[in-house]
Nanobody, 125 residues
Framework: QVQLVESGGGLVQPGGSMTLSCAAS????????MAWFRQAPGEERAFVAVGPWRGSRTYYADAVKGRFTISRDNSKNTGYLQMNGLKPDDTAVYFCAAGRPILSSLRTVEGYSIWGQGTQVTVSS
């Protein structure tokens, strides 16, 4: 079974940038959409970004729109989340996920069947 491993997290100052990587242990078909979720202490796991879906579409949570960019390098079986203009509220454990979501489940945990273990992102001065 394919496994996902996140990397690239750590401590960053407010306003800074950070890129997270999500490496798959084996080839992931382009039929599988990759997404990012995050979970802060005491909060539920929340959608961050997904794409490309159905060839080209990407979707972002309102809280990160314009600051985060999701991408994927199929030749490396790796997805990425580029985060710019980081805020303290972005502090969370970030999880990558893969699956075959339909439109109604793109932003839901239930839409994805494969999950990484998470990487901590802390935004603080």
């Amino acid at each position: 079974q394919v496994q996902l491993v996140e990397s690239g997290g750590g401590l960053v100052q407010p306003g800074g940038s950070m890129t997270l990587s999500c490496a798959a242990s084996a080839r992931l078909s382009s039929d599988y959409t990759m997404a990012w979720f995050r979970q802060a202490p005491g909060e539920e796991r929340a959608f961050v970004a997904v794409g490309p879906w159905r060839g080209s579409r990407t979707y972002y949570a309102d809280a990160v729109k314009g600051r985060f960019t999701i991408s994927r390098d199929n030749s490396k079986n790796t997805g990425y989340l580029q985060m710019n203009g980081l805020k303290p509220d972005d502090t969370a454990v970030y999880f990558c996920a893969a699956g075959r979501p339909i439109l109604s489940s793109l932003r839901t945990v239930e839409g994805y069947s494969i999950w990484g273990q998470g990487t901590q992102v802390t935004v603080s001065s």
